[in-house]
């Protein structure tokens, strides 16, 4: 195998509900792939106790064997055919699975369910790497569409760094053999109470009519490129994090697009993926970055 072939579906494990759910997803992501597996369990950073005395660990060494112990049984119990490499890392989570990342094919991530301001002020291991990771990140804190016919539902925007995610989404389809939801989503400057004032019901359809040629233009190379993959395209008049939501019930996986904004730039300036990452979601979600290119 060559170094494509053999560069590892990585995913972070800490013991808890979240982490258990992510933990199956990578393994049964890898099995499909038929891809070795890098679990990684972060064991915080080293801290000084007092002066005069080394560094102490974040946990007790006991503490940190029963956890990578429980990760390489989990994998056991879920699959017995993957390769897998299982490892205790010093250093915080993010840093830590951003780094692994370097070299993954994929790096998957449960989510702690906080608050928005609490991580905002804390911040989230899932953020943090989803804006810093360079290679595809899956958050999954719950289990995907069950159904053989769930779609892959995919955020269009039409821009150029919105390929990568298209062409995830696509090859990912092809793969599963899943349909593709394509979703754009378009709103005025303006609330709705002064559509009548500010522009005229032909300036809006022609918007609208506008955002059309958007979608279709965006998803005709992949759907020219993909003829076996079924393609649904949906064009709503709402926010993105809203549009994407309403059609990702019972999916298999959302698909989006990142250029990188991430941590209190993406969640300022209102990155789709951020706003994505931190609502319930329905299913797992994919973000992958602008220099991501799958097929």
């Known amino acids: 195998m060559d170094a494509q072939t053999t560069r590892p579906v990585v995913v972070g494990y800490d013991d808890s509900p979240e ?19 890098k679990v990684v369990v972060a064991r ?60 993954a094919e994929m790096v998957v991530v ?9 991580e905002l002020v804390e ?10 990771a360079r290679c595809p990140v899956v958050v999954v804190d719950r289990h995907a569409g069950a159904s053989t016919r769930a779609p892959i539902v995919v955020a ?19 793969q599963l053999e899943a349909p593709v939801v394509a979703v754009h989503a378009w709103t005025l400057d303006v609330p709705d109470t002064f559509d009548t004032a500010w522009l005229r019901p032909e300036h809006i359809a022609e918007l609208e009519q506008h955002h059309r040629s958007v979608l279709d233009e965006a998803v005709a190379p992949w759907a020219a490129k993909f003829p076996d993959v079924e393609l649904r395209t949906v064009l709503r008049r709402n926010l993105p994090v809203e549009a994407v939501l309403e059609q990702s019930e019972g999916a298999r996986l959302i698909v989006v697009g990142s250029r990188g ?9 209102g990155s789709v993926s951020q706003g994505l990452l931190h609502r319930d979601r329905p299913c797992p979600l994919a973000v992958i970055h602008a220099e991501h290119r799958e097929a």
């Open 156 to 174: 269009v925007d039409g821009s150029s760094p919105n390929d990568a995610a298209l062409a995830f989404a696509f090859d990912r389809a092809t």
């Open 123 to 132: 911040g989230s291991t899932s953020a943090q790497v989803v804006a810093h």
């Open 261 to 269: 904004h991430g941590g209190f730039v993406g969640l300022l300036v």
């Open 44 to 103: 915080g950073m080293l801290w000084s106790t007092a002066p005069g005395f080394g560094p102490a660990a974040p946990w007790p060494e006991d503490l940190d064997r029963e956890v990578v112990v429980r990760a390489k049984q989990r994998v056991t119990e879920l699959s017995t055919t993957v390769e897998t490499v299982t490892e205790s890392v010093v250093g915080t989570p993010a840093a830590v699975l951003v780094t692994a990342a370097e070299d």
């Open 110 to 118: 449960g989510r702690h369910h906080h608050s928005l301001l609490g």
């Open 19 to 37: 982490g258990e759910i992510a933990l199956e997803w990578a393994v049964r992501e890898a099995e499909r792939l038929d891809r070795p597996l």
